[in-house]
């Protein structure tokens, strides 16, 4: 089964590291490391983050059924 891997990348800049303020709590601001560009709540962040890799393994599992389970195993 082909492997996901998810990152917030700066529409900004394209920086890679976004960093949060007070330890990523709820309430803590996810910014990006390099320029400083807000992304808004580490917890809106990271529920989009959740949202989309949800999303990205429901299409695996459809193409695996849609393959009659061939390829589950490699």
Request: net charge positive; glycine share 12%.
């Amino acid at each position: 089964m082909e492997q996901t891997q998810v990152g917030a990348h700066c529409p900004h800049c394209g920086g890679a590291v976004v960093k949060a303020t007070d330890n990523k709590t709820g309430e803590a601001v996810a910014a990006c490391e390099q320029c400083g560009v807000r992304f808004g709540r580490w917890a809106d962040l990271e529920d989009r983050a959740k949202r989309f890799i949800i999303d990205d393994a429901r299409k695996q599992v459809l193409k695996v059924i849609k393959r009659g389970g061939r390829g589950i195993l490699k």
